[in-house]
């Protein structure tokens, strides 16, 4: 987080929480050139108005995918002395992608990895549930991946020598789709934490913006052939979706046809009050129905005991509304999430504290379902969000494993930001295959 934010955000919160902060600035800062977990706070507007919601992302690996190494192109100065990754070249190339269907699988950091879950049961007991990744996909999906350079100073990633950091949201937000669709996910020269805040913000952005652009055109050369697309994103990643969306989905009227529906978490994606279309898209709406074609999820979620403080989370475009829409109740109300899913270690204790289970678990991820009831609702400045509450039924002897009060997930620092995914994966899961269906895959 940038240290002027960071500031500010101290003003209101405990000693302990702004420790805490400053321990995940300093892990960057002192990390030398390895990635980390964590982004900054900040938007900015490119075309329409795009904003990145700029939190922290999960990190949660298996550690059955090893990391490799990537040359990619040396970085650049401009005349203003600002420092940029040179834009990487070859997408045609599945060495510059962690997901790519032209990899071995051994090589696939998707296919590669164990995505074997215990879940917990409302009895008590367990039952183990294995991935199953699709034989003949009908559809595919392009994923960016959020801030995992937590170094301080402003920049970009410049390599790719250990991508255990890239791992951690990849396999916590876009892995289990693998189940029905063929991934996509791109390398790219993304921003450091230390650029939010700074002045070289919104040309570092777009440095990295030209990163995903490339990728998503090489995608449309060489792989696309007319398939069904959905788009996901989280938080930096949201930014980099968005904006491909804006400039390169939304004036293409095939592109457009063939968008199953966008899934843009973790950002300040926006729409006018009391509509579903009209704000950070011009002509895309929000999904109301499991059914529904060409929309967009998008999300930032708090406990709803703990709802967003002042200054918290903002629209990318004043006066309007940041979107909600709800998972598992997309024409409104709430309803219990169908499936979480966590993850059962951490590769960064200090910025994401490792979950802590009742029962002894050797998956690396735990599901529960029907324990956690997901609701839009506003906080004190009328902007939505979607509230986790903890809602089993009777005689469910199973705890809450999230520490809602822990200092990462204060309602005036980040909430529960960096579980964006986690809540409400199965709903994301069961609507894509919704959405699937829909199209006649």
Not at 120 to 135: K, N, Q
Not at 413 to 419: D, K, N, Q, R
Request: with cysteine; hydrophobic share 40%; aromatic share 8%.
């Amino acid at each position: 987080m940038s240290a002027p934010i960071l500031a500010r955000r101290c003003e209101r919160l405990s000693s302990r929480v702004c420790s805490f902060a400053a321990v995940a600035v300093l892990l960057g800062a002192c990390g030398g050139g390895e990635s980390g977990g964590t982004e900054g706070d900040g938007s900015t507007t490119t075309g329409t108005s795009t904003s990145t919601g700029a939190e922290p992302t999960t990190g949660a690996t298996t550690g059955a995918t090893t990391g490799t190494t990537t040359e990619v192109a040396p970085t650049s100065t401009g005349d203003d002395g600002t420092t940029t990754g040179a834009p990487l070249e070859g997408y045609d190339d599945p060495a510059l992608w962690l997901c790519h269907p032209d990899k071995a699988v051994a090589d696939d950091a998707c296919l590669s990895a164990d995505l074997t879950a215990t879940e917990l049961l409302p009895d008590g007991g367990t039952a183990i549930v294995e991935h199953t990744i699709a034989a003949a996909p009908a559809f595919d999906c392009f994923y960016v991946y959020p801030t995992v350079d937590i170094r301080f100073q402003a920049g970009q990633t410049e390599n790719f020598d250990d991508i255990d950091q890239e791992l951690d949201p990849l396999l916590n937000q876009a892995a289990h789709f693998t189940s029905m669709c063929r991934m996509f996910a791109p390398l790219y020269h993304q921003v450091t934490i230390g650029t939010y805040g700074s002045d070289q913000l919104e040309t570092l952005l777009s440095a990295a913006y030209e990163d995903v652009q490339a990728a998503f055109e090489s995608y449309l050369e060489r792989h696309a052939d007319g398939r069904p697309l959905l788009i996901l994103g989280h938080s930096q990643g949201t930014y980099m979706t968005t904006r491909l969306i804006q400039e390169v989905v939304e004036p293409d009227p095939a592109l457009r046809e063939r968008l199953l529906a966008a899934i843009l978490l973790g950002g300040s994606f926006s729409v006018p009050f009391g509509a579903d279309v009209g704000g950070t898209l011009s002509t895309i709406p929000l999904c109301t129905s499991a059914e529904q074609l060409g929309c967009v999820l998008a999300w930032r979620t708090y406990a709803a005991e703990l709802p967003p403080e002042e200054g918290a989370q903002a629209p990318d475009i004043a006066g309007n509304d940041v979107a909600c829409t709800n998972p598992t109740a997309l024409g409104g109300g709430s309803a219990r999430a169908r499936g979480a899913y966590f993850p059962n270690f951490t590769h960064q204790e200090a910025v994401f504290p490792k979950i802590e289970f009742a029962a002894a678990i050797d998956t690396p991820f735990v599901i529960m379902r029907d324990y956690y009831g997901l609701s839009c609702q506003t906080d004190g400045a009328g902007q939505h969000f979607l509230a986790v509450a903890i809602e089993p039924d009777p005689g469910d002897v199973r705890q809450n494993p999230i520490d809602f009060e822990a200092p990462l997930f204060a309602p005036a620092f980040l909430g529960l930001h960096v579980l964006d995914y986690n809540f409400a994966l199965q709903d994301l899961l069961d609507l894509a295959a919704a959405k699937a269906e829909a199209a006649g895959l």
